[in-house]
Each structure stands twice: as C-alpha cells, then as structure tokens.
C-alpha cells in the first residue's frame, strides 16, 4: 500500500445515457468483494459503476454508520453534490493535497437520480473518509 495506506478509487463509467430530462428510480446491485475492503456499486440501467476501495471501509459502515433509512434521500443527494464538489477540487490541486489520497475525480451527476443506496454508501464513505484522514470538505460537522 502506498502512503497512509489509502487506495480510493471512484469510478463512474458511461455514467447515465439517459437524458437530463428522464429521472428515474432505479436500483442498484452492490457486492462485497473477497478481499474484504472492496465495495462495488453497479445499476446496468444507468451505466454506471463505483467501485470503493478503502482498507476498513466496510466493517465501519457496519459498525457506526447511521441505518439505512436514517437520512432522506434529498438530504444525502445534496450532501455528495458539494462533497463531489470539494473532493474533484482537490484532485485538481495536487500541490496542496495529496495526490495519494485524492487521486480520481468523481463523475457526480445531480441531474441524474443513482437512488437510495448508491447515495447513502457515497455518503458514508465521505464521512469515513474525513474522520480516517482528519480531513474536512465544507462547513458540516461530520458525524457517523
């Protein structure tokens, strides 16, 4: 593992050919890999993959995340569009951040409705994401 350990990796692929216009419901299909740290989020119907790769991830949103349910989904769609926001900022200023642990951007769409579940594991890995690296993206108390 490189520096700190932190491998993360968000992938959006051919995410949402469906127009602006055209929101619709849908779900998604998420596999836990063998490895343990792997989280993969797939909706076939959009196009689109995540794939969340963080060493412990996992066993903390089973641990001390907030339940499914807990959040509306308006409330984690407007939270990850300015966490996105912050986290593609940082990507692109590999002189103040380090590039190892904000190494891809993420092909967030707001116009484009992922559902409840792909938005509540983005959601949970920010939050992850900034007490593990005492990192902060906003004005927002993070809390589990």
Request: hydrophobic content about 35%.
């Amino acid at each position: 593992m490189k520096i700190g350990g932190v491998f993360i990796v968000f992938l959006f692929i051919l995410w949402s050919c469906a127009s602006t216009s055209s929101k619709s419901n849908t779900t998604a299909v998420v596999q836990k890999t063998s490895s343990g740290d792997t989280l993969r989020i797939a909706n076939d119907s959009l196009e689109y993959e995540v794939i969340i790769i963080e060493p412990g991830f996992y066993g903390w949103l089973d641990s001390f995340a907030r339940p499914r349910g807990y959040y509306s989904e308006t409330f984690l769609e407007s939270r990850n569009r300015l966490w996105v926001q912050e986290w593609n900022s940082r990507v692109n200023q590999t002189s103040r951040y380090n590039a190892l642990q904000y190494d891809m951007r993420i092909d967030y769409d707001p116009t484009v409705r992922y559902g409840y579940e792909v938005n509540y594991l983005i959601y949970n890995f920010f939050i992850y994401f900034q007490l593990q690296h005492n990192q902060r993206f906003g004005f927002f108390d993070v809390r589990p």
